[in-house]
C-alpha cells in the first residue's frame, strides 16, 4: 500500500493520516472491481469529511448530508445502508470496542430518552438533546424517501416516540443503531444477547400467529446477511475484523441455564449461512444442555471458526470479583474478540495496548550484566523488574490519550445521562482500560530452556547461549530442534510449568493493581492478544527456538503432543483472578475427520473441559491439506473460512504471513494427532 500513500499525499498532503485508512476501506469495498489507482482517486473524489470544533455542527453536518438510498425490492424487510463516503474528522481516539444494550433501546424511545435528561449539567443536557434531534431528523428523511415500504417506515418512525412492538420491529431497530454506530466512525460494535433480547418478541409474534418460525428464520437471515454485506469497511485491522460477535445462552444468578428457540436458531443459521461475519459466542456452563453443545460443535465442524466458548462458570466470579455488580456480571457480553465486557454500562477499551510478555526479556538480555546471573531465581526476578519497569511505562502511555466527545454514545451508556458528563469524560458506570496479553507461551519456554541448558546442565553460560541466540541459531539448526522440542513447555499439565506461568502473571498484576486510568477506571488484562504477528516482526529471536521475526505462539496454546485434555488442564490451573480475565483463550486446530469419527467423544470432552475450567475455547476446523491448496489456489475456496485472532475470515482476505502461519500450525497438530 506504500504507493497509495505516496498517491493520497501527494493529493492531500497533510491531511494523509486522517484519510488514508477511510479511502482504504472505501476503494476496496466500493472499487474492489476495479483498477487499484483509479479506486483510490474515485474515493478520494467521493468522500466529505465534517468538521468542527462544536461536535454538534459536526454531527448535523454528516447526517444532513447523508445519501438516503431508496429500498428497491418490495420484499426487503429492513432499512441498513450506511454512507461510506461521509464521515467525521475525529482528531483525537473515538471509543469503540463495544457493545450498546440494545434491551434498552427497544423498551425506550427516543422520547423517553429525552425525559431522562436533566439540568445537573446545561452543556451536556443540551448536547444530548440536539443529538437526538438530530438522529429524528435522519430517521424523517429516510421515511420520506421510501414511504411506499409502510412497514419499514412503521418501524422507524416508532424508533421516535414507541417501544418496539414486534419481533420485526425490533430487528429493524438494532439494525438502525448499529447503523448509527458504524456512521459516526465508531469500531468494532458488538450486538449483545439477542436470544435474550428478542425472546419476549419472539414468542408473542409466533403465539399471536403473526409470525411462523420459518418466517422469523427468513427474518433472521436478512438480519444477518445485511450485517455481513458491509464488513470490508467495517473490517478493524484485518478483513473480517469487525466485532460484531453475537453472544447466546448462559446462566442466571441462581445457577440455571437460560436458552430457548432463538438460541438454537441463530446457531443453524450460521451454519447454513456459512458466513464468517457476524460472529457467535456461545456462553457455556456445566448446567447447559448437552444438545445445545452438539448443535454448536456441527457449527464449528461446518470451519467458519464459531462459536466461540465462553465459561460462565469461571468468568462470572472473576467479573464479581473485580467490582462488578452481580446483576451486571451475569449480563456480560464480550468486547469484539473475546475480552468481557459490562454490555451497556461500560467504556470500557478492552484492546487498549498489548501487554507484550517478551519485551522485558529482549530488554533484560540487552542492558543486563548476565555474569551477575547465576541462578535461576536471579534470572526470574530479574526479569519480574524490567516487567514491571516495562507496565508502568505503558500505564504512563495510557495516560496520555485523549478521547473525542461522544454526545452519541453518551445517550445509550449508564450513566453518562444520570452523571451529567460525556463518556469521554468518566460519565460511564464503569470506565476500566483493558490489555491484551502477548508472547508469555514464549517467555515461559524461554525461561524453562534457560533454566535447563545454563543452571541445570551446564552445557553453556548464559553469554554463551544469548551469543546463539542473536545470531539467530545461524549455523545451529540441531541446537535450534533440541530447544524446540525441549519440555516441558507452556499449555502442558506440568506443576512447574504452570506455577511459572501463574507467578508471571500474579506479578504483572500486582503492578496494575490500584492503579487508575485517565476515566477513573481500573486495569485489567488477558493472555490473549491479536498481536502475535505484529509484534514479534520487531522481535529478534528467543530461547524457545523462534527466530527473528517469526510469530509468537497464539493465545492459550500449544505444539506439543500431549491431547487437548493436557492443554485444557493446564488452561483450567492457570490463575484469572483480580484483574487478570480479560480475554483468555484456549486456541487450538482439529480435523474435520477427527470431529466426524469422534463426534459424541468430542462433545464428552467439551463439557468435561468446561467442568476443567478453561476461561474461553476457539478452534479451527480445516485440514493443512485444503489450506495448503488454498494458498496455492485461490480462486478455487472462495469461500473458505478460518479463525483468526477472535473473529473469523475468509482466508483469501488474510495477509500472506498469517496464512502460512495458520498451514503451519495444521500441520504440527496432525503430526501430534
Known amino acids: 500500500m506504500n504507493h497509495i500513500k505516496r498517491i493520497i499525499k501527494k493529493i492531500l498532503g497533510k491531511k494523509i493520516l486522517f484519510y488514508y485508512n477511510q479511502i482504504k476501506r ?21 468522500i466529505r469529511v465534517y468538521n468542527s470544533k462544536n461536535k454538534i455542527v459536526s454531527l448535523s453536518k ?26 467525521m474528522n475525529t482528531p483525537n481516539s473515538v471509543i469503540g470496542n463495544l457493545c450498546l444494550d440494545y434491551s434498552k433501546i427497544l423498551n425506550n424511545s427516543l422520547e423517553d430518552v429525552k425525559k431522562h435528561l436533566n439540568n445537573k449539567n446545561i452543556e451536556f443536557y443540551n448536547t444530548e438533546f440536539e443529538t437526538i434531534n438530530i438522529i429524528e431528523k435522519y430517521i424523517d428523511k429516510i421515511v420520506k424517501l421510501n414511504s411506499k415500504n409502510i412497514t419499514v417506515c412503521t418501524n422507524l418512525s416508532n424508533i421516535k416516540n414507541n417501544k418496539a412492538s414486534s419481533f420485526q420491529e425490533a430487528l429493524q431497530r438494532i439494525l438502525f443503531f448499529n447503523m448509527l454506530l458504524w456512521q459516526t466512525n465508531h469500531r468494532l460494535n458488538g450486538l449483545g444477547r439477542l436470544d435474550k433480547i428478542l425472546i419476549e418478541y419472539y414468542n408473542n409474534d409466533i403465539e399471536s400467529g403473526v409470525l411462523t418460525e420459518e418466517m422469523v428464520k427468513n427474518l433472521l437471515k436478512e438480519f444477518l446477511l445485511l450485517l455481513h454485506k458491509d464488513y470490508k469497511f467495517k473490517s478493524n485491522s484485518l478483513l473480517g475484523d469487525t466485532g460484531q ?47 445445545l453443545m452438539e448443535k454448536s460443535l456441527e457449527c464449528i465442524q461446518t470451519g467458519i471458526g464459531c462459536p466461540l466458548f465462553a465459561n460462565d462458570d469461571v ?63 536471579i534470572l526470574l526476578k530479574t526479569y519480574n523488574n524490567y516487567l514491571e519497569r516495562y507496565v508502568n511505562n505503558l500505564i504512563s502511555d495510557l495516560k496520555k490519550i485523549t478521547f473525542e466527545q461522544d454526545p452519541f454514545l453518551s445517550l445509550f451508556i449508564d450513566d453518562c445521562i444520570k452523571n451529567g458528563k460525556d463518556i469521554s469524560l468518566g460519565g460511564a458506570k464503569y470506565n476500566d482500560f483493558g490489555l491484551t496479553g502477548v508472547a508469555l507461551s514464549n517467555v515461559v519456554n524461554s525461561l524453562v530452556n534457560i533454566k535447563d541448558f545454563v543452571f541445570d546442565k551446564n552445557k553453556m553460560t548464559l553469554i554463551e547461549f544469548n551469543e546463539i541466540r542473536k545470531n539467530d541459531f545461524e549455523k ?31 506479578f504483572a498484576s500486582s503492578i496494575f493493581e490500584n492503579k487508575k486510568n485517565i476515566l477513573g477506571g481500573k486495569y485489567k488484562f488477558g493472555l490473549s492478544s491479536p498481536n502475535y504477528i505484529t509484534d514479534s516482526k520487531t522481535s529478534p529471536a528467543s530461547f524457545d527456538g523462534r527466530k527473528n521475526g517469526e510469530p509468537f505462539n497464539v493465545h492459550i496454546s500449544t505444539d506439543v503432543s500431549n491431547g487437548y485434555t493436557g492443554l485444557i ?65 485461490p480462486e478455487k475456496f472462495p469461500n473458505l473460512v478460518v479463525r483468526v485472532w477472535g473473529f473469523s475470515a475468509y482466508f483469501n482476505d488474510l495477509p500472506d504471513d498469517y496464512k502460512d502461519y495458520l498451514i503451519e500450525r495444521a500441520l504440527k497438530n496432525e503430526s501430534h494427532s
Open 476 to 506: 545451529n539448526e540441531a541446537f535450534l530442534k533440541k530447544l524446540k522440542n525441549n519440555g516441558p513447555k507452556y499449555g502442558e499439565d506440568d506443576d512447574f510449568i504452570i506455577n511459572l506461568s501463574n507467578n508471571i502473571i500474579n
Open 569 to 633: 488442564n493446564f488452561a483450567g490451573k492457570l490463575d484469572y483472578n483480580a484483574n487478570r480475565f480479560n480475554g483468555n483463550v484456549v486456541d487450538f486446530f482439529v480435523t474435520p475427520n477427527f470431529i466426524n469419527d469422534n463426534f459424541d467423544k468430542f462433545v464428552d470432552f467439551l463439557m468435561a473441559s468446561i467442568k476443567v475450567g478453561f476461561f474461553e475455547m476457539q478452534m479451527n476446523v480445516v485440514s493443512s491439506a485444503k489450506l495448503i491448496e488454498a494458498r496455492k489456489n
Open 26 to 46: 472505501v476503494s476496496i469495498n466500493v472499487y474492489s472491481h476495479e483498477n487499484k489507482v483509479i479506486s483510490i482517486f474515485k474515493s478520494i473524489k467521493n
Open 245 to 291: 460477535i453475537i453472544e447466546l445462552g448462559g446462566i442466571d444468578k441462581t445457577g440455571k441455564y437460560l436458552c430457548n428457540d432463538l438460541t438454537y436458531m441463530f446457531i443453524e443459521l450460521m451454519e447454513e449461512l456459512k458466513l464468517p461475519d457476524p460472529k457467535v459466542l456461545v456462553r457455556v456452563s456445566k448446567n447447559m444442555p448437552r444438545k
Open 62 to 87: 454528516l447526517f444532513e448530508n447523508i445519501k438516503i438510498n431508496k429500498i428497491t425490492n418490495k420484499n426487503d424487510n429492513f432499512y441498513y445502508d450506511i454512507d461510506f463516503f461521509k464521515m
Open 315 to 377: 468468568i462470572i466470579d472473576k467479573l464479581i470479583n473485580f467490582g462488578y455488580d452481580k446483576e451486571d456480571a451475569y449480563n456480560y457480553g464480550t468486547s469484539a474478540c473475546w475480552e468481557p465486557y459490562i454490555i451497556g454500562k461500560s467504556s470500557a477499551q478492552n484492546n487498549i495496548k498489548s501487554l507484550n510478555f517478551m519485551f522485558p526479556l529482549n530488554e533484560l538480555l540487552e542492558k543486563e550484566n548476565l555474569n551477575k546471573i547465576t541462578n535461576f531465581e
